[in-house]
């Protein structure tokens, strides 16, 4: 390498080395500086060496040596190119210097200090930068790619973070809502983390929430529910080893033994988990099921857990099943924590559907719901709120192989609260003033019996018109076989399939307010207003101040819990977004008494100003004002405070 190197230099003409040691080849050590000993040169002779003149050159030989330069010359930039080409991109070099890595070599030396970057909200939850992505395909693998990233960085989270990782995390879920290169999907997400806000308190924490917030985008996009239950084997935190537990290999031995011994594995403790609204939350039914043995393949739709299906669970059900010889299943609605919801045929009553809504069978012994339904269905009939109340059609107890279930026989509702919230339709003051006052005078039915309901929420509110349900309002079946783990004892447990909802969504998005009828649903956390001991099922989010404390309480719950739902329905988000995903009964309600304390220091006009800014701008000045006025009457901090519901139908917003 060096010989032929020397003996490249040394054809090389004077001038060409002179511009070499000169050019930024030289000074980045490509040519190195001992191989160009330039000859003496005639500006640099010594007197002892100063040449005599040459002799001179004959004129028929000027022209020969003229094309001899020319030849000369070309040799000579061929020689210098192909020394070029062989320095520059064919000889090995080392990794290149920092310098030169850099893009656009700017001014590489390190600033005497870091500027402080301060993020606030409006950065963090701003709209979204990125245009929409049209090609579905790239949508699809950036989705699914984007999800294992997700889940990835969950999983790797500390497990106790400082107040600096959390916050680091918090911020970064957010901006990189803003920024998810799908413009349309990142709206979404957004909308999703109002309603949900990230949950940073671990590793278990942060997971969970990951999943829970996987699940809510699978079901807006009626796709398979995906295994909350399952995150350890596919997105290990590889941290193990760091801990002091088991490497990677031991921890993938650790799953597959317990694969063979068909046992589910759950790491970190378990975490209170509770959806703000309150309904059923994916992990919560996983949560129930971690500590059984496996007896099945994991389904990849979204129904109820398959492992529930067992003695003291649900019973299994298949279309054409005829329950108390009169109501023939025909499809299936929901499920729940504690039971199924099917649409069944009432042979009786030819072409008329009901909701057929089938218990667990180790709660159906002892649930006060029947007990409470019944007393509904024989009050007061010409109270004006019985309408608002859904009435219990039938019920009946059904031996299966579980167990004895508590069945309900209900009529058909076509779309809740919850659904209508998502839809993020802005809501008009006609709109909201109609639902409400058909909620408060359901709401007063239940009060003047001598009830309280418990677990107002948007699930629970629920929305139909004043016609009938017919079979074709429901979508077509989708089934998944139920298949047994090898070794597993077949029994009659569990049915042949499990299939995905048919409930229509969508069906009341454009109707008008004055044809729809609203009733207060699911008696399941109902109490008597005697039973001051027990305490309610009020989801987090819509707890009122003394239900926090081991306090008293009465029906005045109700009203703080109106309160939050009729914000909701008004301006499609909580007034209080709260996700309990990882955090302890106790942590969750200092959260919520933090953020009372602020709306009580605010008061009712910073209160106005909030509900505005969240609702149409042509909803009115003298509208948002009676609003606010209704709703600041239900959220006192003394129960003593709120208004009665008899009051408050008397409120001028609910009687213009």
Request: aromatic share 8%.
């Amino acid at each position: 390498m060096h010989l032929t190197r020397e003996i490249i230099i040394s054809k090389l003409p004077a001038a060409i080395i002179l511009k070499l040691k000169t050019s930024h080849l030289f000074r980045a050590g490509i040519f190195p500086a001992h191989e160009f000993q330039l000859p003496p040169q005639p500006w640099n002779r010594t007197p002892g060496n100063i040449a005599f003149p040459q002799p001179s050159v004959p004129d028929h030989c000027k022209a020969d040596m003229a094309n001899r330069q020319i030849t000369r010359r070309i040799t000579i930039s061929a020689a210098i190119s192909l020394c070029l080409i062989f320095f520059l991109f064919i000889r090995p070099q080392g990794p290149p210097s920092p310098a030169i890595r850099a893009p656009g070599h700017i001014d590489h030396s390190a600033p005497a200090s870091v500027p402080a970057i301060t993020i606030h909200d409006s950065t963090l939850k701003g709209d979204v930068v990125m245009p929409k992505l049209g090609n579905e395909t790239v949508k699809a693998e950036l989705g699914r790619a984007t999800w294992k990233y997700f889940h990835t960085v969950m999983a790797r989270f500390p497990e106790t973070p400082t107040d600096d990782q959390k916050e680091a995390l918090r911020s970064y879920i957010y901006l990189f809502a803003r920024l998810y290169p799908c413009g349309e999907c990142a709206e979404h997400f957004q909308q999703h983390l109002k309603k949900y806000p990230p949950q940073v308190s671990s590793r278990n924490a942060a997971s969970g929430w990951a999943c829970f917030i996987h699940n809510e985008v699978n079901a807006m996009l009626d796709k398979p529910e995906f295994d909350c239950a399952n995150l350890g084997d596919f997105y290990d935190c590889g941290c193990k080893e760091d801990e002091g537990g088991k490497g990677e290999e031991g921890s993938a031995a650790s799953r597959s033994d317990a694969a063979k011994e068909g046992t589910r594995q759950h790491d970190g403790p378990a975490v209170e988990i509770s959806k703000e609204d309150g309904t059923d939350a994916p992990g919560a039914i996983i949560e129930s099921v971690m500590s059984r043995t496996r007896r099945f393949e994991r389904i990849h739709y979204v129904v109820e857990p398959v492992e529930e299906y067992r003695a003291g669970g649900y019973h299994p059900v298949h279309l054409e099943d005829t329950f108390h010889d009169r109501y023939r299943i025909v499809g299936k609605w929901a499920y729940g924590q504690f039971s199924t919801v099917w649409i069944a045929e009432d042979t009786r009553l030819l072409e008329r559907y009901v909701t057929l809504k089938i218990l667990k069978a180790d709660i159906s012994s002892n649930s006060q719901e029947s007990s409470i339904l019944q007393h509904l269905s024989e009050a007061d009939t010409h109270h004006p709120g019985k309408p608002h109340v859904l009435q219990l059609l039938d019920q009946f107890e059904h031996e299966g192989p579980n167990g004895l279930h508590l069945c309900l026989v209900f009529p058909v509702m076509m779309s809740d609260g919850e659904e209508i919230t998502m839809q993020q339709e802005p809501r008009f003051p006609d709109y909201v003033r109609e639902i409400s006052k058909q909620i408060l005078l359901g709401l007063k039915y239940l009060h003047d019996q001598g009830l309280i309901h418990g677990d107002l929420q948007p699930a629970n509110i629920l929305f139909t018109q004043n016609c009938d349900f017919t079979s074709d309002m429901f979508k077509e079946p989708e089934f998944s076989p139920v298949k047994w783990l090898p070794g597993v004892e077949i029994d009659n447990s569990a049915p042949q399939y499990l299939m995905c909802s048919q409930r229509p969504y969508g069906m009341l998005a454009s109707a008008s307010s004055s044809t729809l009828l609203v009733k207060i649903g699911d008696m399941g956390g109902a109490m008597w207003n005697t039973q001051d001991k027990s305490r309610p099922v009020t989801p987090v989010a819509l707890r009122a101040p003394e239900l926090l404390q081991p306090h008293s309480w009465n029906e005045k719950a109700d009203i703080w819990a109106l309160g939050c739902l009729i914000f909701q329905l008004a301006t499609n988000e909580p007034l209080f977004p709260i996700l309990a995903w990882g955090c302890t009964t106790d942590e969750v309600h200092e959260l919520l008494r933090s953020l009372m304390r602020k709306l009580f220091e605010n008061g009712n006009q910073r209160f106005a100003v909030y509900l505005s800014e969240r609702l149409p701008t042509d909803f009115g000045k003298e509208n948002t004002e009676q609003l606010a006025n209704l709703l600041w009457s239900t959220l006192q901090e003394r129960p003593e405070d709120r208004e009665s519901t008899a009051r408050l139908l008397n409120h001028p917003f609910l009687v213009g």
